[in-house]
């Protein structure tokens, strides 16, 4: 305060005029165009002033983001540092399917969003959720890589190997590095479960699916809140690959309904590719100049995401060498209705007299009903 009280009483030294040519430096913010020493010498002192509390704010701010990083733990999984809004959520999930980076494992936006509020509610983040995470039969399933991430990041529980071959999986699990008990699973176990099938997993390699099996056994046994709930995505009746990630999306012998349609187990109802996508795949498939070459050849000038559906299935149609459907005749019974409901009985009648027609129009002959029919028209 007593720096600025005497920069003030040098400022009031100064001329009207010095006092402008004073703001004129401070705007621009440079004191060497200013030609009169002692309106830069007032300007040098207030700019190092404020030079000095800037230093001051970055120093304390450097310290505040020091303090946070201590308090937040840092693990090797990836950790929710703060809760989503579901706008975000929703924002993230609408990215991931236009991305089409995770067709694999999710088909459209609300099961996308429901994996990463399931991925939220124990702890992870939303690219895990959406690569690691399963909802089945309404339960949250995960790869055992991160059953074991919850419990090692927890800093009070862990678990050590004691035996692991491809009979047997013994755990040593610990409590804040004492030792509260075992956990094990081994082929026998595995047999008498049924889980043992040929070209399953547990033929394939059975020293992954005898520790997923502990992890998951030992956590339920000795560290329940730690999984919140949560099973492997083995036990949950989904295919796995060696390292416990689903292979397929929905657990067999189980059927979802949409729409009242059952739709089969390891399926999914598809959505329609959009505009952009078949021309994506058309560009792919048949270059560019094939493309203009039809949209020449059928004289469309408009840019293709704009036409409507009919002419882009034309065009479509025209690039691939398909056919377009023929139009189904109608049927003269059909024909002879909508005349009726359009012209009134008279008017039918007089046509038929003039073109000295007997018999009924259903029986008349080909060349015969389409002149009547171009009479009827003309006479409107």
């Given at each position: 305060m007593k720096f600025l009280e005497e920069v003030n009483q040098e400022y009031n030294k100064l001329t009207p005029m010095q006092k402008e040519e004073y703001h004129r430096g401070y705007k621009i913010g440079n004191s060497d165009l200013i030609k009169d020493p002692n309106v830069s010498f007032v300007l040098n002192k207030i700019f190092k002033w404020e030079e000095k509390q800037m230093e001051k704010q970055e120093e304390k701010k450097k310290e505040k983001e020091v303090v946070i990083a201590e308090e937040v733990p840092v693990t090797k999984m990836e950790v929710v540092k703060r809760e989503m809004t579901v706008q975000e959520a929703q924002i993230i999930c609408d990215s991931a399917v236009k991305s089409r980076r995770f067709e694999s494992v999710i088909q459209n936006r609300e099961q996308a969003l429901m994996q990463v509020m399931a991925g939220q509610e124990i702890g992870f983040g939303p690219v895990t959720s959406l690569s690691k995470i399963n909802i089945i039969k309404g339960k949250i399933s995960v790869p055992p890589e991160l059953q074991g991430a919850m419990i090692k990041r927890s800093g009070q529980y862990d678990y050590r190997i004691k035996k692991h071959d491809n009979t047997q999986c013994i755990l040593i699990f610990y409590k804040d590095g004492v030792e509260i008990g075992e956990s094990s699973f081994t082929m026998e176990d595995a047999r008498r479960a049924g889980l043992v099938k040929e070209g399953s997993g547990w033929q394939k390699y059975p020293r992954n699916m005898l520790i997923a099996r502990a992890v998951g056994n030992g956590a339920r046994w000795h560290c329940p809140h730690l999984i919140q709930g949560t099973y492997t995505h083995e036990e949950m009746g989904v295919e796995v690959d060696q390292y416990g990630n689903s292979i397929k999306q929905i657990a067999p012998h189980s059927t979802i309904k949409v729409a009242g349609k059952p739709i089969p187990s390891g399926k999914q109802e598809e959505q329609p590719k959009t505009r952009k996508d078949e021309l994506a795949e058309i560009k792919e498939k048949?270059?560019?100049?094939?493309?203009?070459?039809?949209?020449?050849?059928?004289?469309?000038?408009?840019?293709?995401?704009?036409?409507?559906?009919?002419?882009?299935?034309?065009?479509?149609?025209?690039?691939?060498?398909?056919?377009?459907?023929?139009?189904?005749?109608?049927?003269?019974?059909?024909?002879?209705?909508?005349?009726?409901?359009?012209?009134?009985?008279?008017?039918?009648?007089?046509?038929?007299?003039?073109?000295?027609?007997?018999?009924?129009?259903?029986?008349?002959?080909?060349?015969?009903?389409?002149?009547?029919?171009?009479?009827?028209?003309?006479?409107?």
């Amino acid at each position: 305060m007593k720096f600025l009280e005497e920069v003030n009483q040098e400022y009031n030294k100064l001329t009207p005029m010095q006092k402008e040519e004073y703001h004129r430096g401070y705007k621009i913010g440079n004191s060497d165009l200013i030609k009169d020493p002692n309106v830069s010498f007032v300007l040098n002192k207030i700019f190092k002033w404020e030079e000095k509390q800037m230093e001051k704010q970055e120093e304390k701010k450097k310290e505040k983001e020091v303090v946070i990083a201590e308090e937040v733990p840092v693990t090797k999984m990836e950790v929710v540092k703060r809760e989503m809004t579901v706008q975000e959520a929703q924002i993230i999930c609408d990215s991931a399917v236009k991305s089409r980076r995770f067709e694999s494992v999710i088909q459209n936006r609300e099961q996308a969003l429901m994996q990463v509020m399931a991925g939220q509610e124990i702890g992870f983040g939303p690219v895990t959720s959406l690569s690691k995470i399963n909802i089945i039969k309404g339960k949250i399933s995960v790869p055992p890589e991160l059953q074991g991430a919850m419990i090692k990041r927890s800093g009070q529980y862990d678990y050590r190997i004691k035996k692991h071959d491809n009979t047997q999986c013994i755990l040593i699990f610990y409590k804040d590095g004492v030792e509260i008990g075992e956990s094990s699973f081994t082929m026998e176990d595995a047999r008498r479960a049924g889980l043992v099938k040929e070209g399953s997993g547990w033929q394939k390699y059975p020293r992954n699916m005898l520790i997923a099996r502990a992890v998951g056994n030992g956590a339920r046994w000795h560290c329940p809140h730690l999984i919140q709930g949560t099973y492997t995505h083995e036990e949950m009746g989904v295919e796995v690959d060696q390292y416990g990630n689903s292979i397929k999306q929905i657990a067999p012998h189980s059927t979802i309904k949409v729409a009242g349609k059952p739709i089969p187990s390891g399926k999914q109802e598809e959505q329609p590719k959009t505009r952009k996508d078949e021309l994506a795949e058309i560009k792919e498939k048949y270059g560019l100049d094939k493309i203009k070459e039809v949209k020449e050849k059928l004289k469309i000038k408009e840019k293709i995401l704009k036409l409507d559906d009919k002419t882009w299935l034309k065009l479509k149609n025209a690039i691939e060498g398909k056919k377009e459907p023929e139009k189904k005749k109608k049927d003269r019974t059909e024909i002879i209705k909508e005349l009726k409901k359009k012209y009134n009985a008279d008017k039918m009648r007089d046509v038929k007299e003039k073109l000295k027609i007997k018999g009924k129009v259903k029986d008349l002959k080909p060349e015969q009903f389409e002149k009547f029919i171009k009479e009827l028209s003309k006479n409107g």
